[in-house]
């Protein structure tokens, strides 16, 4: 699996769109960029995963940039319980040829909501 | 619908110590694996099973031994607990037929003196 780069750690206000950035500039053509973040002492959470369009769900949007070096993940409206750490993972799907081989984290960007 | 079950929840071993970490899904899924996470740090793979009757090591395997029991359940192993297995442990299952979503359970907070 390619490797990514992450921030550390980033503040947003509440209420406000939250931007998290992931570069990952050795993608491969089959590998697939995903979100997973995890809230303090929990399991990680997954949150969202996309191969080359934006993709939006009920909790994130993806924006994956045309050459697929980089992605944002955006949080529309974030509260205070979207303080937590977030992963951006690259990876070939399990059912795309990829292996049940688990998930690569790095240290994830840790992301604080200010009140 | 519980989602990823572990027991026990919290765990303190004295060094050489043996103990198994359990860990079972009602999800009907193919796909299990076992991670750590040490402080700081992001989770690394233990183990992991791509589906009943077959296990593989991940990135940290040293010291540790799974048993996938059935498709529900897959247990972690320390025959001889080290400090530097203090950790938290996380379970977590998926299933690839469907999406390469995992699903992680709460963990186990292990520390061993």
């Known amino acids: 699996d390619a490797k990514t780069t992450q921030p550390p750690s980033m503040d947003c206000a509440e209420g406000r769109a939250a931007n998290l950035p992931c570069n990952h500039s050795?993608?491969?053509?089959?590998?697939?960029v995903y979100w997973y973040r995890q809230i303090h002492s929990q399991g990680p959470q997954y949150i969202i995963h996309?191969?080359?369009n934006n993709e939006t769900n009920e909790m994130a949007s993806l924006i994956i940039t045309e050459d697929r070096k980089s992605s944002t993940l955006i949080l529309p409206h974030a509260t205070l319980r979207d303080t937590a750490v977030y992963y951006c993972?690259?990876?070939?799907?399990?059912?795309?040829?990829?292996?049940?081989?688990?998930?690569?984290f790095g240290k994830g960007t840790h992301l604080i909501i200010q009140p | 619908n519980a989602g990823v079950t572990q027991t026990p929840k919290f765990q303190v071993l004295k060094t050489g110590q043996s103990m198994t970490l359990q860990c079972a899904q009602d999800?009907?899924?193919?796909?299990m694996y076992w991670y750590r996470q040490d402080p700081g740090m992001g989770l690394r793979l233990i183990y992991y099973?791509?589906?009943?009757?077959?296990?593989d090591k991940g990135e940290v395997p040293n010291g540790y031994n799974v048993s996938r029991l059935n498709k529900r359940e897959f247990s972690l192993r320390l025959e001889s607990a080290a400090p530097s297995q203090t950790s938290v442990y996380f379970c977590?299952?998926?299933?690839?037929?469907?999406?390469?979503?995992?699903?992680f359970g709460p963990g186990t907070r292990l520390t061993v003196l």
């Open positions: 977590a299952s998926s299933e690839p037929a469907q999406s390469d979503t995992q699903y």
């Open positions: 050795t993608i491969s053509g089959n590998e697939y």
């Open positions: 996309g191969l080359k």
């Open positions: 993972i690259v990876r070939v799907e399990e059912y795309s040829g990829g292996g049940a081989d688990g998930l690569t």
């Open positions: 999800m009907n899924h193919n796909s």
């Open positions: 099973s791509a589906s009943e009757g077959t296990t």
